[in-house]
């Protein structure tokens, strides 16, 4: 029985010019779990990542995928296991349709052609673009773009997703709706997710765990009301807590139930309080 999906013990990464971007970096994540990796630009989440995908490979340390420890010899296996969708969807989309573009991994893989073409309409079907199969990449909005990179990536039928800043360049609507997008697909795929990010109003609806990282070491971690709790650790790592969390903690005098218990981190929470406080007051 597989225990773990990532596991990364004392993992160091040394850049071939020896400027140490990771140190004793220590990961774990279960499966179906959602964790977040949240700090500021810079910190070390990209090459965090590709350590963790098995795209760089680590100077010190153990990594294990899905309790299988990454070696030279496995790396090439188990990244069908583990897929990184990039910051940037351009650098997954290169095909001149987005079926070549999603097709490209399992054909890679030497499958038959059935089931290439089953995962493609399947992984297509999943992020809502079916109806662009034959279109070209570059012709897609930047939320289809995202949608369609993680279709590249669904199409090997990885148990492990990681996500590199997935709300980069996006407008409110096109980042609600991707949202909504991943909570959907972790619940309904029993997928692990695993992202990056800087953009902390996102936090709350990506990951019930956050690890802190500041210049390629972990300062804090815990649950993400925990970590939004310790403004001086946030600060620390040249964050703060989501605009949200931050109107509540200057305002804790004049509400009732936030000294005590979590501050809210989503309107859904939010308004949660407000029902509360005008039941009482009525």
């Known amino acids: 029985m597989v225990h773990c999906a990532v596991d990364m013990e004392n993992i160091q990464y040394r850049y071939p010019d020896g400027h140490v971007a990771l140190e004793d970096i220590n990961f774990q994540v279960g499966l179906h779990e959602r964790a977040v990796i949240l700090g500021a630009n810079g910190a070390g989440k990209s090459t965090l990542l590709s350590v963790m995908c098995g795209i760089l490979e680590a100077s010190q340390g153990t990594i294990k ?65 079916s109806q662009f199969r034959e279109k070209p990449p570059h012709h897609l909005s930047v939320g289809e773009k995202k949608r369609a990179a993680i279709a590249t990536v669904l199409s090997m039928r990885p148990k492990i997703l990681v996500f590199d800043e997935p709300t980069a360049h996006m407008d409110p609507r096109s980042r609600n709706e991707f949202l909504g997008f991943l909570s959907r697909i972790h619940s309904e795929g029993n997928l692990t997710i695993i992202t990056a990010t800087h953009d902390v109003d996102t936090v709350p609806l990506l990951a019930d765990r956050a690890y802190v990282i500041k210049e390629g070491k972990f300062i804090g971690a815990g649950s993400v009301a925990d970590v939004f709790s310790n403004p001086e650790m946030l600060r620390n790592a040249n964050l703060s807590p989501p605009l949200l969390t931050q109107l509540f903690q200057e305002n804790r005098d004049l509400i009732p139930d936030t000294n005590s218990n979590p501050l809210p981190m989503t309107i859904d929470e939010a308004t949660s309080l407000f029902r509360k406080c005008v039941s009482r007051s009525t």
Do not use: C
């Open 65 to 129: 995928i899905l309790d299988r420890e990454m070696t030279s010899k496995s790396v090439f296996t188990l990244r069908s296991s583990i897929g990184l969708v990039f910051q940037e969807p351009d650098n997954q989309l290169f095909m001149p349709t987005l079926w070549e573009d999603v097709a490209f991994g399992p054909l890679n893989m030497g499958l038959p052609e059935k089931e290439v073409n089953d995962r493609v309409d399947e992984a297509l079907e999943v992020v809502g673009l």
